[in-house]
C-alpha cells in the first residue's frame, strides 16, 4: 500500500475543498483558488476536516497515480493556505537584478540586459540586488519560474558565478595550473 496516498490530508481552517465529477478539485483559501482534474480512476473522499484518496486495485499504474493524486491535492491545500517561494542568489561581478514594474531586468554579463515578464500568479520580490524570491500558490509554476530564471545563466563551476538556489550547493572544480 502507498505510504504517502493513504495518508489523509488536514484542511486548514479558511481553506474549502470542493469535489465535482470526473475528479475536478476545486480548493478555494486565503491566498487564492486552484483547481485541477485529477486521475478519474483514483477515489477521493471528504470526510469532515479531511480528504483521503484510496485506489480500485493494485495494479503498477493505479500504485504510481494513488500517491500523486494524495501530493497533488495537498500541494493545492498548502498552496492556497501558505503559498510556496523559491530564493534565487544572483553571484558574479556586475551580475545584478532590478525590478520594473512586474518585469524582472537581470544584468549577467551579456551585451544586452535580460528581460522576464512574471507569468499570471507568480510574483518576483527582490531581496537587495542579487536575491530574487518567486512566489506564488501553485508549486509547479513557481518551480518552472525559478527554473527559467536559474536558466539565462546556471552557475558555473570555477568561480561560481551565474543564478543559483538559495539551498543549492555547487561543485567547485580547481582552474587550471601554468606551466613551470
Not at 20 to 40: C, D, I, M, Q
Amino acid at each position: 500500500m502507498s505510504r504517502i496516498g493513504r495518508m489523509p490530508i488536514a484542511i486548514p481552517a479558511g481553506v474549502t475543498v470542493d469535489i465535482a465529477e470526473n475528479n475536478k478539485v476545486t480548493v478555494k483559501g486565503p491566498k487564492g483558488t486552484l483547481e485541477r482534474v485529477l486521475p478519474a480512476e483514483m477515489d477521493i473522499k471528504m470526510e469532515g476536516s479531511e480528504i483521503t484518496v484510496s485506489r480500485p486495485n493494485d495494479l503498477k499504474r493505479m500504485k504510481s497515480l494513488h500517491g500523486l493524486t494524495r501530493t497533488l491535492i495537498n500541494n493545492m491545500v498548502i498552496g492556497v493556505s501558505e503559498g510556496y517561494e523559491k530564493k534565487l542568489e544572483v553571484n558574479g561581478v556586475g551580475y545584478r537584478a532590478q525590478k520594473q514594474g512586474k518585469k524582472l531586468v537581470l544584468s549577467l554579463g551579456y551585451s544586452h540586459p535580460v528581460e522576464m515578464e512574471d507569468p499570471e500568479g507568480i510574483e518576483t520580490v527582490l531581496d537587495g540586488q542579487n536575491i530574487i524570491i518567486v512566489k506564488g500558490i501553485n508549486k509547479e509554476q513557481v518551480g518552472q519560474y525559478a527554473a527559467e530564471i536559474r536558466s539565462k545563466r546556471e552557475p558555473e563551476p570555477y568561480k561560481g558565478k551565474g543564478i543559483k538556489y538559495a539551498d543549492e550547493v555547487i561543485r567547485r572544480k580547481v582552474g587550471k595550473t601554468g606551466k613551470k
